[in-house]
Nanobody
Framework: QVQLVESGGGLVQAGGSLRLSCAASGRTFSSYTMGWFRQAPGKEREFVAGITRSGGSTDYADSVKGRFTTSRDNAKNTVYLQMSSLKPEDTAVYYC????????????????WGQGTQVTVSS
């Protein structure tokens, strides 16, 4: 089993930046593809970004391409989401999740989830 803990959320002004971290427990972190998702109030959880187990391939939602970057450090069992040029519409609870296999956008395809971290972007 994998336990995931997100951190780094907070309040930021529009145009600002934040870096989220997701720390994983266990020895098999490098076996898992990692995904980032977000959920705004009254909306469904949506895919934001994903990174393969080696870090060699990433994928992003169109809404964040060019502004967000995901990376990972397998030695530290941690995946990151660097968010820049933040907009009020980026306000949401951000979750990391893990799965075996390729990066996919479906929430049901991820087996393990963190508890989420709140990101609020003020205008």
């Amino acid at each position: 089993q994998v336990q995931l803990v997100e951190s780094g959320g907070g309040l930021v002004q529009a145009g600002g930046s934040l870096r989220l971290s997701c720390a994983a427990s266990g020895r098999t972190f490098s076996s898992y593809t990692m995904g980032w998702f977000r959920q705004a109030p009254g909306k469904e959880r949506e895919f934001v970004a994903g990174i393969t187990r080696s870090g060699g391939s990433t994928d992003y939602a169109d809404s964040v391409k060019g502004r967000f970057t995901t990376s990972r450090d397998n030695a530290k069992n941690t995946v990151y989401l660097q968010m820049s040029s933040l907009k009020p519409e980026d306000t949401a609870v951000y979750y990391c999740a893990s799965r075996l296999g390729a990066v996919v956008a479906g929430t049901r395809d991820y087996a393990y989830w963190g508890q989420g971290t709140q990101v609020t972007v003020s205008s």
